[in-house]
């Protein structure tokens, strides 16, 4: 590897050819702040626009100041990150950046959690010297998303994973010089563009320009009105993020005091999605086989590769920019809604009580989830199956709102029926892991055999694409796996061109699945956290008696009992839906 | 016999209509009116010595021809001719009076090289270029050079881009054919965007072909097929006779595969732009062409190394490429003659503002803005006192009466504190205020900031807001200080050539107009008048007769006084709407 | 004219090209062409040179006045558009500024009529290169 010798603030660094003055300077120890810049190592993303200019440097020798983050080291460079005229530059440009936002900090979304207000506390700002007139833009609420577009600072970090990750192209900027802000073309409102709200614009938005549709308050009415029986379910990945807005270390598994700070807030029963996502595979995966059983039959009309379905961004996403191949995904609903279809019906029924006075909560990492409840064809009557659905971020916030002690709560148990699941449910919250379910069912279920292995390491991991082979006793089943839309594209694309070769295709919408997903605890770049989470999912399923969902005995009980059998009539009325070509869905007001 | 009399206003002001009355009373007294014309002309640009008068068809040249000198005139050279020696021009460096015009200095002031063919031929026949040497250099190179032998040359010659940066173009040129690509790309930057400037305007709508031929050699130098104009959509004109130049080229096989028989292939295509300034930007340029958002990247990678579509892309203004041709076939020692040092060859400049000859002007490296000013642009309209001269436009700075005699080229115009630019060249008489001049140019970058930079896109609304404030006459000391600081601050860390420089017009005034600034805030006075805001309604007591008629008319009664009683006008509450002055009839209501 | 397909060719041509403009040009011949070019750029367009050249064209042919009218790119003289250069045979030409249709009149009958020069002239201040 051929190396490069460079000074920074004196010290004599040696680097990789090619690296830039900001990581050289991490290397040695300096830290020079960072606004637009983001780098999410582990899943590959990169923002550096160079457009904040707050990680401005001075390179001996040069005319202009240098932004840190997209300047390469040259050898015998000189570098000073931090001497009168750098400090007094990087100051003022965030004066003016602070000059051009509201500063309702203290009543603000992003409150105690915001990039920008952070770097004016380090940076000891107690005036803004230039203030002026402040550019403004209209409010923007969506189902899921509200933009706040005056506390846009133009970092395009949304803009960034918008198209070039998610390749959504919903955002980008408009308008020009200080009316620049980010929007959708046309400055249509998000609701009616093709944004699948998989929230990965909020997960990096720095300030509060984007957030979340804040539901607590809702939650809170309904605990407290006596006439509802609230109940909640939780799904897989917001166990293993939740500690992280409480100080606790990435990974910390906290599903026992997530059930008991549930219980605490009021609601009347505590449950958990996992029981729906191992409904889920008994469905997907029963479908599965009924696909393949079919195409091995013959019927070269069956539609392959089955996609999964459990994914809102990733049902949005197809229904707007692949609408003609809308019958490949599996008709299986999402665990969320299956959880929701079941509560109202089954649940309902046996606690007596009527669907209007039962209100279903739902805590997701994901903000997709706020849309997908409200969509027509989950409800009955005007009565959705899943009434509320919040964040794990809003969950925390109700949590600390009720005085209560996150931290020395005791470990408890969610509640039955709908509160049992097993290890393949929980790895529902990471990539690979819904597939790596289905497989763990669709063997025992196709082969008769117990599996020798339940962990299909083949089918983990943090690779964008990734593909294995799976020996079904002889009949070998191809996987494919995508997270990030820009993935799940090339793959779609692979299918509409004829050059698909898999069975079976996982899709998340959100990179690293829903540990990574819109509604969780902000990693502010550091991707070190969504590996953590990945690894807490998988320690949690390793820790689980039952690992498969077939086995699940209040889900065998379930069929027993109510739905008869996967895929049978009740099934398909509660627990499968249709999709909708929304291509021409979007509109310019 | 023809005697031209200068009728341009700086001669007008020194008394040539006199002059000219004179000499037609004379000439009708002499009864020579059957054989001898009175006519006044246009300016000849040489105001400084005038009133100038000219005797055809003998181009005998009299300068600083007082009305007086008639007589001697007629009487001496029309009639004996005999040529009056007192009244000739003396050459300032040899001290020789000069009698023929055409040997005269000042007409050598401008030369053309860029506009050689701008108003002389026909733009849309191609014949009319090719029988002016066109497409011979394309020829040459072609047939009799290598593309490195090209290379050479261009640097030889020492020509730099004349969209303002100046960066060699000969290396530019080598850059990119050291760039290895299947793909290369020839770009001309006609995105021009300077307010009041319209040299590449004019050099496509007067000579289409130069650019084209240019276009063609810099493809060969660098390896490169295909051409693009990115022009703006708003030159029409430009649009239309680059379209007809372009087919007429391709009719005659010189553009297209094969071109004269030499396996070399290149053809042109037109991109159009919206007319955003930053557009001018070589990046923000490329990023407009291929569909993308017109904002700016952070340099390197330059376009020479991963431009359009991530392929080696030279890109240069269509002024410089209008040089090309003549380099060529004039060769790069006779280019590397003309000019300074280290600037080489010519610059068009638009001439604008206060001045006499606004018009379109090609003069040397390291002529001064003196003679720029006073002997082509035939100086400061109605007589009026020079004050600045801002060239660069948004991106320069204001240069004042210390830096006329300084020659005009790059590095100059950088070390006064301006830029070359691309030729735009303002002229400011005492009626302009300084501060104002500043505003306005920030209200054009602000209007034309991309956005995407925070210190461009705030800074500079920021900047303009203070410049405002104190035209309002609500500035403060500590606001000159903040305009110092943020304008050093803004051109340290723009993204972009347009951000860095765009505080140039602030700073530059407030180094070279500091007294100015003062005056706003601590009088809070204008001098040149110009902040309504600033100036003050008074009632000169000596004039006042107490008619009453002042106080009757203002809509804000902020006048006050009793009838046959000295009236006064309180600051507080005066708005400047001026009905007091209109409506008193005694001279007694004054500006301030 | 066909393809240029050598620079022998692109010469030849010029040579022909180059004898048929300066017969325009330079030649002393009197019995040769008129030649008035008008400043077709946008700043004169704006200031009414199309229809000072349509006037031109028009007028001259009625007057019955043997001259060729061309367009032709910016003088750089914008202060006095329209601007309109005047090629008596023989003669150095003569740029006349402010050019309107009275003007043009004045032009046709004063100065290519009978060679009278008329106000308005706009003297030529720049060298343009040589040619080769």
Not at chain 2, 527 to 533: L, Y
């Amino acid at each position: 590897m051929e190396t490069i010798k460079l000074t920074i603030d004196n010290k004599v660094v040696e680097v990789a050819k090619g690296t830039t003055v900001l990581k050289a300077a991490k290397e040695a120890g300096i830290h020079i702040p960072t606004l637009c810049y983001l780098h999410l190592h582990d899943l590959n993303i990169e923002n550096k626009p160079a457009g904040c200019r707050i990680c401005v440097v001075e390179i001996e020798g040069r005319r202009n100041l240098a932004p840190s983050c997209v300047t390469e080291c040259l050898e015998g460079m000189v570098v000073s990150t931090h001497n009168i005229r750098v400090l007094n530059a990087r100051k003022t440009v965030l004066e003016l950046i602070l000059s051009d936002h509201p500063t309702d900090c203290l009543i603000c979304a992003k409150n105690g959690n915001c990039e920008l207000q952070t770097m004016a506390q380090e940076f000891g700002i107690r005036k803004i010297h230039y203030e002026g007139e402040q550019s403004t833009y209209r409010e923007d609420t969506s189902p899921a998303i509200i933009r706040d577009i005056d506390k846009c600072i133009m970092c395009r970090r949304c803009e960034m994973m918008c198209n070039e990750v998610q390749t959504v192209g919903v955002l980008s900027a408009v308008n020009r010089g200080f009316m620049s802000v980010v929007a959708p073309a046309f400055e249509r409102n998000l609701d009616h563009s093709e944004c699948t709200y998989c929230g990965q614009c909020v997960a990096v938005c720095p300030t509060g320009a984007l957030t979340e549709v804040d539901h607590t308050n809702n939650i809170i009415r309904a605990l407290a009105d006596p006439t509802k029986t609230v109940i909640v379910q939780t799904a897989p990945a917001v166990r293993a993020a939740l500690g992280e807005e409480f100080g606790m270390e990435p990974g910390n598994l906290v599903t026992g005091k997530m059930a008991a700070a549930l219980r605490r807030l009021g609601f009347n029963y505590v449950f958990d999605t996992d029981f729906a996502a191992d409904l889920t595979i008994m469905e997907e995966g029963t479908e599965l086989l009924d696909r393949l059983g079919r195409y091995l039959g013959g019927d070269t009309t069956v539609p392959l590769p089955m996609l999964t379905s459990c994914c809102p961004g990733w049902v949005s996403f197809f229904e707007h920019q692949f609408p003609e191949m809308r019958d490949i995904p599996s008709t299986a609903r999402s665990p969320q809604q299956m959880f929701g279809a079941i509560a109202k019906t089954y649940f309902a029924d046996k606690i007596g009580v009527k669907r209007e006075d039962l209100v279903v909560v739902s805590i997701m990492p994901c903000l997709a989830k706020k849309y997908e409840c409200q969509r027509d064809e989950f409800s009955t009557n005007g009565n959705p199956d899943v009434d509320f659905s919040i964040s794990t971020r809003e969950l925390a916030h109700l949590i600390k709102q009720s005085n209560i002690d996150f931290d020395s709560l005791p470990d408890e148990d969610f509640d039955n029926p709908l509160g049992e699941s097993t290890g393949a449910a929980v790895i529902f919250g990471t990539t690979g892991g819904v597939i790596e379910a289905a497989c763990r069912t669709a063997y025992e279920v196709h082969t008769g055999k117990k599996l020798e292995k339940i962990d299909f390491m083949e089918l983990r991991g943090m690779e964008y694409i990734r593909e294995a082979t799976i020996d079904f006793n002889g009949l070998p089943i191809k996987i494919g796996i995508a997270h990030g839309l820009g993935n799940a594209r090339k793959l779609l694309q692979d299918i509409k061109d004829g050059k698909s070769e898999f069975h079976a295709i996982e899709i998340m919408a959100c990179p690293g699945g829903c540990i990574g997903g819109g509604g969780q605890p902000l990693h502010h770049g550091d991707s070190s956290i969504i590996k953590a989470r990945q690894k807490a999912i998988y320690r949690e399923d390793a820790g689980k008696t039952i690992r498969k969902s077939h086995e699940n005995p209040f889900i065998v009980k379930l069929y027993e009992e109510f739905l008869g059998k996967p895929l049978s009539e009740k099934s398909h009325h509660l627990l499968h839906t249709h999709y909708f070509d929304k291509s021409k869905d979007v509109t310019v007001e | 016999m023809h005697v031209l009399v200068c009728g341009g206003t700086g001669c007008h002001a020194s008394e040539s209509e006199a002059l000219l009355e004179n000499l037609k009373t004379i000439i009708t007294d002499k009864g020579l009116d059957n054989e001898v014309q009175v006519i006044a002309t246009g300016c000849f640009g040489f105001c400084e010595k005038g009133p100038i008068v000219k005797i055809m068809p003998d181009n005998t040249f009299y300068t600083q021809v007082t009305p007086a000198d008639a007589r001697e005139i007629i009487e001496e050279h029309l009639v004996k001719g005999r040529k009056v020696n007192r009244l000739l021009y003396v050459d300032p460096e040899n001290k020789e009076q000069i009698a023929d015009s055409k040997h005269m200095g000042f007409y050598k002031k401008q030369l053309r090289i860029a506009l050689r063919n701008c108003g002389f031929i026909d733009p849309e026949n191609i014949d009319e270029y090719i029988a002016r040497d066109g497409y011979e250099a394309l020829a040459k190179c072609l047939t009799e050079m290598t593309p490195q032998q090209v290379t050479e040359i261009m640097k030889k010659s020492g020509l730099r881009g004349r969209g303002g940066g100046g960066f060699p173009t000969g290396l530019k040129w080598e850059i990119t054919s050291k760039s290895v690509s299947d793909i290369k790309y020839v770009v001309c930057n006609a995105d021009e965007g300077d307010p009041g400037a319209f040299m590449d305007r004019s050099i496509l709508e007067g000579d289409p072909h130069s650019v084209i031929e240019a276009m063609a050699i810099c493809g060969y130098c660098i390896g490169a097929s295909n051409g693009l104009v990115y022009i703006r959509a708003e030159y029409p004109l430009a649009i239309d006779r680059l379209k007809t130049a372009i087919a007429q080229a391709r009719n005659y096989g010189l553009l297209g595969n094969d071109i004269m028989g030499t396996g070399f292939s290149f053809d042109i295509e037109l991109r159009y732009g919206a007319g955003a300034f930053v557009c001018g930007e070589e990046t923000a340029l490329i990023h407009s062409m291929e569909g993308l958002r017109g904002e700016p990247t952070v340099k390197p990678p330059f376009p020479s190394v991963s431009g359009y579509y991530g392929k080696p892309t030279n890109v240069n203004n269509v002024e410089t490429f209008a040089n090309v041709p003549v380099i060529i076939n004039k060769g790069a020692d006779w280019f590397a003659s003309i000019g300074t040092e280290k600037s080489k060859g010519t610059k068009v400049f638009a001439l604008a503002g206060k001045i006499n000859n606004v018009g379109l002007i090609e003069v040397p490296m390291g002529t001064t803005l003196r003679e720029v000013i006073y002997e082509i642009g035939g100086g400061i309209k109605d007589g009026k006192k020079f004050k600045a001269v801002q060239t660069g436009g948004p991106s320069g700075g204001c240069l004042t009466e210390k830096h006329l005699d300084s020659p005009i080229d790059y590095d100059n115009l950088i070390a006064a504190g301006s830029m070359m630019g691309s030729g735009g060249m303002i002229v400011m008489d005492e009626d302009d205020c300084m501060v104002s001049i500043a505003k306005f140019y920030l209200d054009f970058t602000v209007e034309e900031s991309c956005g995407k930079c925070a210190p461009c896109r705030i800074g500079n609304k920021r900047l303009y807001e203070i410049l405002d404030k104190l035209t309002q006459g609500n500035g403060t000391r500590e606001d000159i200080d903040s305009l110092r600081n943020l304008g050093n601050v803004i051109k340290d860390t723009a993204l972009c050539g347009l951000g860095q420089t765009s505080p140039n017009p602030v700073l530059s005034t407030i180094e070279n107009f500091w007294d100015e600034y003062i005056e706003h805030v601590t009088e809070k006075k204008c001098r040149s008048g110009q902040c309504k805001s600033l100036l003050q309604y008074v009632i000169d007591a000596e004039n006042c007769v107490g008619c009453t008629a002042c106080a009757r008319n203002c809509p804000v009664n902020a006048i006050s006084g009793e009838r046959k009683g000295i009236h006064v006008i309180d600051q507080a509450t005066c708005i400047k709407c001026g009905a007091c002055l209109e409506k008193c009839k005694f001279n007694a209501v004054l500006i301030k | 004219m066909g393809e240029v397909k050598s620079l022998a060719d692109l010469r030849k041509i010029k040579e022909d090209l180059r004898a048929k403009m300066s017969l325009r040009e330079n030649s002393n011949n009197p019995e040769s062409l008129v030649q008035i070019k008008v400043a077709m750029a946008t700043c004169g367009i704006a200031s009414g040179a199309k229809q000072v050249m349509d006037f031109f064209i028009e007028e001259l042919e009625k007057r019955n006045i043997q001259a060729v009218v061309t367009q032709t790119g910016c003088m750089g003289y914008c202060f006095a558009e329209p601007t309109v250069e005047v090629t008596l045979p023989g003669k150095d030409p003569v740029v006349y500024g402010y050019v309107d249709a009275a003007k043009a009149d004045n032009i046709i009958e004063k100065y290519i009529k009978n060679g009278e020069l008329v106000d308005g002239i706009i003297p030529v201040n720049y060298e343009t290169i040589e040619k080769n």
